[in-house]
């Protein structure tokens, strides 16, 4: 399992609970190092130990915990630039959906080696999506479900969300946009602010 993926629920885990609560986990998970690479490769298994031991730390199942993750990935100070990458995507939630399917792409543009498994898009209806996800990395379907939950309160967007992860080959989020401009979102401008003084 690829390093980056390992090292963000770290992060995640400091940011969210503290340093010590990590600390627990790491030695519920009888990890011989705490601190993961983000470019280094591990063994799967550290993963669903680390998830395990995060269960009986925090007595939290793994799915509210990778789904908390995937809001913390797009809400937390320290992933605004994961925030801004999503946000380039549209001027608004629809707009988004439309560009998730090629995240994996753009994810490999900045990680080569990091194959996040594929998403496809489906329209239904008006303002209803089904985003199809590729079996390939237990859990993503829960971080999806958090990400997009944060990114929708990021345009302001009402949106329900439904997901099914006991299909054989994929799992499944169905998406029904109830208004787009429900509420104020988030601040976000395309052009990050110069530093003052700093070249042109």
């Known amino acids: ?3 980056l993926i390992l090292r963000t629920l770290q992060v995640f885990v400091q940011d969210t609970y503290g340093s010590e609560i990590w600390g627990k986990i ?4 009888d990890l011989m190092e705490p601190d993961f690479e983000a470019m280094l490769n591990y063994d799967e298994q550290i993963y669903f130990e680390l998830l395990s031991a995060a269960q ?9 915990l990778l789904e908390d993750c995937g ?6 100070p320290n992933s605004e630039g994961l925030r801004r990458l999503l ?10 959906l439309h560009s998730l399917d090629d995240l994996p792409d753009r994810a490999r543009l ?5 194959a996040l498994p594929d998403l496809e898009l489906r329209d239904h209806a008006s303002a209803q999506f089904q985003l ?7 859990g993503f379907g829960y971080v999806m479900v958090g990400l997009l939950r944060a990114m929708a309160d990021d345009y302001g967007a009402l949106v329900l969300l439904d997901y099914d992860g006991t299909l054989r080959s994929m799992n499944l989020i169905e998406i029904s946009v109830v208004e787009t401009a429900y509420a104020a979102g988030r601040d976000f401008e395309l052009a990050a602010n110069a530093t003052p003084g700093g070249a042109a």
């Open 1 to 3: 399992m690829h390093g």
């Open 132 to 138: 199809k996800i590729s079996k390939g990395l237990p």
């Open 110 to 114: 900045a990680v080569a080696d990091l």
């Open 71 to 76: 809001t913390y990935l797009v809400s937390h």
């Open 56 to 64: 009986h730390v925090l007595a939290k199942p793994p799915e509210a």
């Open 26 to 29: 790491a030695d519920q998970a």
């Open 87 to 96: 946000r380039f995507g549209g001027v608004d939630f629809i707009e988004f």
